[in-house]
């Protein structure tokens, strides 16, 4: 329906001033327009079969807004309704599309962004937005996502239409700006909620490991394996994986995922059953993949795949009016995990807002841990945050590198505490024994051929293995040997 119809808006917000405005810019746009500072009034009018849309704030004096759109979509269910809110959170987002809005407007907004809005939802198809969904009533103190700039209401609508689907998502974002947070509020407050979320580090993982990680190996898959290992696609059936850093995924193990994103199963590393994979996947990566796949060393067809819905995650630098909250909110969790209570004065946060965060939340993060740990006085001074930011860009000590005559066990004792590390119980799956012990013989015996020149005779002397050994050994870990090249 277009203005020149004269269709009639419907106006709910208990400021004036708002009511106002309202009424004169859709007025100008050729809008009848009814404006009513209550819920009541709002009800008797969608009761009597008045109006073609409704735009509505959250906070009214009778009844909140969000708890009224159920109760209109069921008397009308396509009359459209706008939300407008100056709660502008991640959950007034999420619960507003999950009732039935046809769109979340934060407060403040543009005009022009509001008739455009307005148009859209007029001209909209009727059965669009005639769904109403499970509504959840978390209270806003455990949302993982902190900051009302307008940088973050973009992401909190995108998320909040993201909700109800399982449409693969691609996170692009700095280190430290929250991508697993994003990755676990699409689950948290997703369709597949009652389900497991299983995260997964691509950078953490050995390249050789990443298969039998992701898709699990059966018992006798190769030397040693002597049970079979669930892999993380498994262990996140009807749930979430989400596939962290993936711009470090090796070609073969692209190749095998990407299979599964075209045909829906896959197979674990020696098994022969198609398993069904009833998984939705959120992807994160600090890369740039497009780069990547221009290098030939990120598959074009996978990136499409993933890069479904792309959200790009602001860096901290990009939306320092969030800093005030993301500090109280730091401050209220070390509280109540027993530390001092802390305040920051004024010229603080100012200081705080001031600083380029390279390492973005998490950056911020540790330092508001380290201001409640370290300083004695209940309120921190400007001076103490300059302090603190001052030692934060000193220049940092030479990168380490590998120790000079580093033995062989001390450099893959540095690989297997990273390993270790990068599981959240600190237990990788089961076969590891065999399965590091493939990861060195397979350079082993490359290099020992490469050296002799492909002479396998040479070769088994030098590695003090018998020459049938050797062979079995090129077969079962699939070595090329070329003869006379080094």
Do not use: C
Not at 1 to 20: F, N, S, Y
């Amino acid at each position: 329906m277009m203005a020149t119809g004269k269709a009639t808006i419907l106006v709910a917000d208990d400021d004036r001033a708002i009511r106002t405005v309202l009424h004169q810019a859709l007025a100008r746009s050729g809008y009848d327009v009814r404006v009513t500072g209550t819920a009541a009034a709002l009800w008797r009018w969608v009761e009597a079969g008045e109006g073609d849309l409704v735009l509505t704030d959250v906070v009214m004096p009778d009844e909140n807004g969000l708890d009224l759109i159920p109760r209109i979509k069921r008397q009308r269910p396509d009359l459209r309704i706008v939300v407008m809110s100056a709660q502008n959170t991640l959950l007034t987002a999420v619960k507003a599309t999950e009732r039935g809005a046809f769109e979340y407007l934060p407060k403040p907004f543009d005009l022009k962004e509001l008739v455009a809005v307005v148009q859209r939802a007029l001209a909209a198809p009727k059965l669009e937005s005639a769904r109403i969904v499970e509504t959840h009533e978390e209270g806003e103190e455990t949302l993982p996502l902190i900051g009302r700039s307008a940088a973050m209401q973009e992401i909190y609508r995108i998320l909040a239409r993201l909700m109800g689907t399982d449409l693969t998502v691609m996170i692009h974002g700095e280190s430290g700006t929250g991508k697993e947070l994003v990755a676990r509020a699409l689950h948290d407050y997703g369709k597949r909620r009652n389900g497991p979320f299983i995260a997964i580090n691509m950078a953490a993982i050995p390249r050789e490991l990443i298969e039998s990680e992701l898709f699990g190996h059966e018992k006798g898959a190769f030397t040693g394996a002597t049970q079979r290992s669930t892999g993380r696609f498994e262990q996140a059936q009807e749930g979430t994986l989400f596939l962290d850093e993936i711009g470090d995924m090796p070609l073969d193990a692209q190749t095998r995922l990407l299979r599964v994103l075209q045909e829906g199963e896959y197979t674990t590393v020696g098994g022969r059953t198609s398993i069904k994979a009833d998984v939705r996947i959120i992807a994160a990566t600090h890369r740039d993949l497009r780069h990547l796949t221009r290098q030939g060393l990120f598959r074009e067809d996978l990136f499409y795949r993933l890069n479904v819905v792309p959200i790009r995650l602001p860096p901290l630098r990009e939306r320092a009016e969030d800093i005030p909250a993301l500090v109280r909110h730091f401050l209220a969790q070390a509280q109540n995990e027993g530390l001092p209570r802390k305040t920051l004065e004024g010229g603080a946060l100012d200081k705080l807002k001031a600083y380029s965060w390279p390492g973005n939340v998490r950056e911020l993060e540790n330092l508001v841990r380290r201001l409640a740990v370290l300083y004695s006085q209940d309120e921190i001074t400007a001076d103490d945050i300059a302090e603190e930011l001052a030692e934060a860009n000193a220049p940092e000590p030479a990168a380490e590198t590998i120790p000079e005559g580093e033995s062989l066990g001390a450099a893959v004792e540095r690989h297997l505490k990273s390993y270790f590390s990068a599981h959240a119980d600190g237990l990788p799956g089961a076969g590891l024994y065999d399965m590091v012990l493939r990861e060195v013989e397979r350079p082993l015996i490359a290099l020992s051929l490469s050296a002799t020149r492909g002479n396998q005779i040479k070769a088994a002397e030098l590695l003090g293995v018998n020459r049938n050994t050797l062979r079995k050994k090129i077969r079962e870990l699939d070595i090329r040997v070329v003869r006379g090249l080094k």
